[in-house]
């Protein structure tokens, strides 16, 4: 089914006799496999409004994320929590939707200044599972009206509601961009320069390392002046120098997307990363990689295994990003999970949207 | 404004509920003296008063949570208490309740400037988190006027802003973690020292939702390092169309000022007799602050500068000190108290798209001649989120009730326009029954939908954000 519009889409849901598997574009295949007739957003597509003067966007949640971004672009803005693309991932040829970057709250590099999918994101509409049309939030950056089901919404994976529109507080594009590049650390050297460089006045909106080029990266964006003297700065606090770097690299997972084995991805304090990484190595990880400052930590890892033990005391959580050895989502402490499911079964009491997919 | 009947049943059982919460805190953390207990019928909207039944100050978690055990089981309502200084009533008792204030509860448990956060019980003051950190160079973004006296336990129940979200976001985007308690007395960890929820956001449920969800006793923000300086410029223009087409065009520009704040001649004119900051007889004042080192802090005002040349303002005045600086901002953290000082004010807090702003202006000035009551206007326009203040004289009788309505009127005209009635204050009493002029039933009853998982028996903070017909039958149960 690809309904056309938000009422047709209801009337989809109210009548379904059975479990949806709801897609966009089918390009984000987080989650456990679903089983039930498939349900696209592909059919409601266009962006509603937009006012760049405002930074405000409001798109229907079929639209795909590529005419979004080129929208934005054409005004020098942009989306600021970088989506990342995950079609190489999962070897998909679709076109990602921002309904879809919305439901798996997708963040790339700059969410660790900007914010993630869920700190842009300014509201929703949505189809609950008997096919009520609910919204939450609306257009305006703050608004505390009611509870913030924006949030909740967001990476729930199409699981509490099926998204019809969804707005973002959206954001200049910068003048100029520079990354600091510094060669040759170690895992805990290059996380400490990490840290160095996100607690410096700097206002640096990324920072990765990957131990497999033995690069450690920093960038900082902005009006050009100010770019150049924070870059310089950045160089005499850290060493290094300024270089070319692929920040879609680091983004899109490129090198572990490439192969054929499984990926693991780990949130966790930054400076428990590269306690993790060396944990994950121990446990058979082929490859290691560390975004949002060492505290999302990528891990390629042989088919069929289950990373998680390597956590051990180590806060945080756990995605089985592509694999199929171990369960995707971590398990949560039994109040919470509690919680989760009562939620559930208030947005969708007969358990038919997704169904599975986070379990 | 109307809170439920209060449950006699509950009142008549006052000395048991006073010896079993005796029982599990000290002797001087139960108030249930008459006259003590007046000091907490009100929070900052001080025009609605109710003193509570009893009031409990717990120092501990351990101790939130025996409370929270014993009034579930009682089935008395609490209302959580942060410092107070809730603009919407959202810490307005009822008489059967009990207070729940989290004030003994401000520790610092955990500064890592390594991993950028502070862990901080709840009744900790705003100000005091960046008080922690500013010896290395650290603060706590998110400011609201009230940050010298404000709980954090309360910002998170409001989800505050402060005058520079536009750069750093509001309270819930600088929220990493929370320890809640939960209404049966459950302790729960919600997020931490890392980004992301594993499964549902939980966390991004909780703040905002005005104490009805859990007691929320400490909380892990995330921490900044200072910029190397700051700088606003004062901007003056003979419209208000004028002013909101510059703060428009400086947007689009590319630059991201992390405060931009408007001013408008009845705002400018009280503070100029209160604190004389020098501010200019103008229409509309915009002061717009860049932060940066000096070179570029120089390259952003050249740029703004040039962006308001254009727009040709009656003044344009830049900061040459950081004694100017403060004289700058004077007038501006003056403004609600230089309002007070004319008269009692109800402050609004709607959001709307910035681009409406010309007109919502316009039709407020208009609802003041209406009404015959005086509104000023002072507000961050970056984000849209406004601060009309209508002046109203409490002994006079029937001005508190125009002075509502006058309020109503302008709440509905932003949800009219594209924006939501409350952008950093919540809902609260006082806006609770205007919920159903932005939501719809099913948009309102799926957020109750939400309180039932959390707070199956509506004990917590029952009679707020929304209309009471709404939840009659929930809270009756």
Same mark, same amino acid.
């Given at each position: 089914m690809t309904p056309a519009?938000?009422?047709?889409?209801?009337?989809?849901? =109210?009548?379904?006799?059975?479990?949806?598997?709801?897609?966009?574009?089918?390009?984000?295949?987080?989650?456990?496999?679903?089983?039930?007739?498939?349900?696209?957003?592909?059919?409601?597509?266009?962006?509603?409004?937009?006012?760049?003067?405002?930074?405000?966007?409001?798109?229907?949640?079929?639209?795909?994320?590529?005419?979004?971004?080129?929208?934005?672009?054409?005004?020098?803005?942009?989306?600021?929590?970088?989506?990342?693309?995950?079609?190489?991932?999962?070897?998909?040829?679709?076109?990602?939707?921002?309904?879809?970057?919305?439901?798996?709250?997708?963040?790339?590099?700059?969410?660790?200044?900007?914010?993630?999918?869920?700190?842009?994101?300014?509201?929703?509409?949505?189809?609950?599972?008997?096919?009520?049309?609910?919204?939450?939030?609306?257009?305006?950056?703050?608004?505390?009206?009611?509870?913030?089901?924006?949030?909740?919404? %967001?990476?729930?994976?199409?699981?509490?509601?099926?998204?019809?529109?969804? %707005?973002?507080?959206?954001?200049?594009?910068?003048?100029? %961009?520079?990354?600091?590049?510094?060669?040759?650390? %170690?895992?805990?050297?290059?996380?400490?320069?990490?840290?160095?460089?996100?607690?410096?006045?700097?206002?640096?909106?990324? =920072?990765?390392?990957?131990?497999?080029?033995?690069?450690?990266?920093?960038?900082?964006?902005?009006?050009?002046?100010?770019?150049?003297?924070?870059?310089?700065?950045?160089?005499?606090?850290?060493?290094?120098?300024?270089?070319?770097?692929?920040?879609?690299?680091?983004?899109?997972?490129?090198?572990?997307?490439?192969?054929?084995?499984?990926?693991?991805?780990?949130?966790?304090?930054?400076?428990?990363?590269?306690?993790?990484?060396?944990?994950?190595?121990?446990?058979?990880?082929?490859?290691?990689?560390?975004d949002w400052g060492g505290g999302l930590v990528w891990a390629l890892t042989p088919k069929g295994s289950d990373m998680r033990p390597a956590m051990g005391a180590i806060g945080g959580n756990a995605t089985l990003i592509r694999g199929s050895g171990a369960a995707v989502f971590h398990t949560e402490p039994a109040a919470i999970q509690f919680l989760n499911e009562g939620l559930r079964m208030k947005f969708d009491p007969r358990n038919i949207l997704n169904t599975g997919r986070m379990g | 404004m109307e809170l439920p009947e209060?449950?006699?049943?509950?009142?008549?059982?006052?000395?048991?509920?006073?010896?079993?919460?005796?029982?599990?805190?000290?002797?001087?953390? @139960?108030?249930?003296?008459?006259?003590?207990?007046?000091?907490?019928?009100?929070?900052?909207?001080?025009?609605?008063?109710?003193?509570?039944?009893?009031?409990?100050?717990?120092?501990?978690?351990?101790?939130?949570?025996? @409370?929270?055990?014993?009034?579930?089981?009682?089935? @008395?309502?609490?209302?959580?208490?942060?410092?107070?200084t809730s603009l919407a009533g959202g810490?307005?008792?009822?008489?059967?309740?009990?207070?729940?204030?989290?004030?003994?509860?401000?520790?610092?448990?955990?500064?890592?400037?390594?991993?950028?956060?502070?862990?901080?019980?709840?009744?900790?003051?705003?100000?005091?988190?960046?008080?922690?950190?500013?010896?290395?160079?650290?603060?706590?973004?998110?400011?609201?006027?009230?940050?010298?006296?404000?709980?954090?336990?309360?910002?998170?129940?409001?989800?505050?802003?402060?005058?520079?979200?536009?750069?750093?976001?509001?309270?819930?985007?600088?929220?990493?973690?929370?320890?809640?308690?939960t209404m049966q007395g459950e302790v729960l960890e919600i997020g931490g020292a890392h980004l992301d929820a594993a499964g549902y956001d939980l966390l991004g449920l909780v703040c905002g939702s005005e104490g009805q969800l859990g007691v929320v006793t400490e909380a892990t923000l995330r921490i900044l390092h200072k910029p190397e300086g700051a700088r606003p410029v004062l901007i003056g223009y003979d419209s208000n169309e004028v002013a909101g087409a510059c703060v428009s065009d400086i947007i689009k520009a590319g630059i991201l000022p992390v405060a931009i704040e408007f001013m408008d001649r009845p705002v400018i004119r009280a503070t100029e007799n209160f604190v004389g900051a020098g501010y200019p007889d103008v229409e509309a004042l915009l002061i717009v602050e860049v932060e940066g080192s000096e070179t570029e802090i120089n390259e952003q005002l050249t740029l703004i500068k040039e962006i308001a040349n254009r727009h040709n303002p009656v003044e344009l005045r830049e900061s040459q000190s950081a004694e100017e600086s403060a004289n700058i901002w004077a007038g501006r953290k003056a403004a609600f108290g230089a309002m007070g000082q004319i008269n009692d004010y109800m402050c609004l807090d709607g959001t709307i798209p910035v681009s409406q702003l010309p007109l919502v202006l316009r039709r407020i000035t208009e609802l003041s001649e209406e009404y015959g009551l005086a509104v000023g206007n002072v507000f961050h326009a970056g984000d849209g989120n406004m601060h009309p203040l209508i002046l109203y004289d409490a002994n006079k009788p029937g001005d508190l009730e125009t002075c509502e309505k006058m309020g109503a009127d302008i709440l509905n005209l932003c949800v009219e326009v594209g924006g939501c009635l409350t952008g950093e204050h919540g809902v609260g009493i006082e806006k609770r029954d205007l919920m159903t002029t932005q939501y719809t039933d099913a948009d309102i009853e799926v957020q109750l939908d939400v309180k039932d998982v959390f707070d199956p028996k509506w004990l917590l903070n029952p009679a707020k954000v929304f209309p009471l017909a709404s939840t009659e039958s929930r809270r009756v149960v």
């Open positions: 519009n938000e009422i047709e889409l209801a009337e989809a849901i =109210a009548s379904a006799p059975g479990p949806l598997r709801i897609v966009g574009g089918d390009t984000r295949r987080i989650g456990h496999a679903v089983e039930g007739t498939t349900l696209s957003t592909a059919g409601m597509t266009g962006i509603t409004l937009y006012e760049p003067g405002a930074l405000t966007m409001v798109a229907k949640a079929g639209t795909p994320l590529a005419e979004i971004e080129a929208a934005l672009a054409a005004e020098n803005q942009r989306l600021p929590f970088e989506p990342t693309d995950m079609r190489g991932i999962y070897g998909a040829t679709g076109q990602s939707t921002i309904g879809g970057v919305v439901a798996t709250n997708n963040s790339g590099p700059r969410r660790i200044q900007a914010g993630g999918c869920r700190d842009s994101l300014i509201g929703v509409r949505f189809v609950d599972g008997q096919g009520n049309v609910l919204k939450n939030g609306g257009r305006v950056m703050k608004n505390v009206t009611g509870y913030d089901l924006v949030k909740l919404m %967001s990476g729930s994976y199409g699981t509490l509601g099926v998204l019809t529109e969804v %707005s973002f507080k959206v954001l200049p594009a910068p003048e100029a %961009s520079a990354t600091v590049v510094v060669e040759g650390l %170690s895992d805990p050297e290059a996380v400490a320069v990490l840290s160095a460089a996100l607690g410096s006045p700097y206002d640096v909106n990324a =920072a990765a390392h990957v131990p497999a080029t033995g690069q450690t990266a920093v960038r900082v964006e902005g009006l050009e002046g100010s770019v150049a003297y924070r870059a310089g700065e950045l160089v005499k606090k850290l060493g290094g120098a300024v270089a070319d770097f692929d920040w879609t690299s680091v983004r899109d997972l490129k090198d572990f997307a490439s192969r054929e084995e499984d990926i693991w991805r780990f949130s966790v304090k930054p400076s428990d990363g590269p306690k993790l990484g060396s944990a994950l190595r121990d446990a058979g990880a082929i490859d290691v990689m560390y | 209060p449950n006699s049943e509950i009142i008549a059982r006052k000395s048991d509920i006073v010896a079993r919460l005796q029982a599990v805190l000290p002797m001087d953390a @139960v108030i249930y003296d008459e006259q003590e207990v007046k000091a907490y019928e009100c929070d900052a909207l001080s025009a609605y008063r109710c003193p509570p039944m009893l009031a409990v100050l717990p120092a501990s978690t351990g101790e939130v949570a025996a @409370v929270l055990k014993i009034c579930h089981e009682e089935g @008395v309502p609490v209302v959580p208490r942060g410092s107070g810490a307005l008792p009822t008489s059967d309740s009990v207070i729940l204030g989290v004030g003994k509860l401000s520790k610092v448990l955990e500064t890592n400037y390594d991993d950028r956060y502070i862990r901080v019980q709840s009744g900790r003051t705003n100000l005091s988190v960046t008080g922690a950190v500013e010896a290395l160079d650290f603060f706590y973004a998110p400011d609201p006027s009230s940050q010298l006296a404000c709980a954090i336990a309360g910002n998170i129940a409001m989800n505050s802003g402060g005058a520079h979200c536009l750069k750093y976001g509001v309270t819930t985007n600088n929220l990493l973690g929370v320890t809640m308690v």
